[in-house]
């Protein structure tokens, strides 16, 4: 079946960088649009960055300059390079289709940033 795992998350002070990766198993990763999405306690889930089998990338405004999102369709990995780090990108973050399908979303990730 499918599965997405996330890994990479921890705790870093702001001015930071993490690399987070998502690896995904059961779905054809390589020919679907891939994203992040965050998740801060008490808040909506939210698009942080997409990219598309071609690699053409979108990102959220707040993130816009200070994450990358790549894809290796060889690996069927996801990446989200991330610089820069602020308080407010604390959350879960979590991968998963563009548009997402509801019943793929996997564990997630922790993300703490620290000031």
């Known amino acids: 079946q499918v599965q997405l795992v996330e890994s990479g998350g921890g705790l870093v002070q702001a001015g930071g960088s993490l690399r987070l990766s998502c690896e995904a198993s059961?779905?054809?990763?390589?020919?679907?649009?891939m994203g992040w999405y965050r998740q801060a306690p008490g808040k909506q889930r939210v698009m942080v960055a997409t990219?598309?089998?071609?690699?053409?990338?979108v990102y959220a405004d707040s993130v816009k300059g200070r994450f990358t999102i790549s894809r290796d369709n060889a690996k069927n990995t996801v990446y989200l390079q991330m610089n820069n780090l602020k308080p407010e990108d604390t959350a879960v973050y979590y991968c998963?289709?563009?548009?997402?399908?509801?019943?793929?979303w996997g564990q997630g990730t922790q993300v703490t940033v620290s000031s």
């Open positions: 990219v598309t089998s071609g690699g053409m990338t």
């Open positions: 059961g779905i054809s990763g390589s020919i679907n649009a």
């Open positions: 998963n289709r563009v548009p997402f399908v509801y019943d793929y």
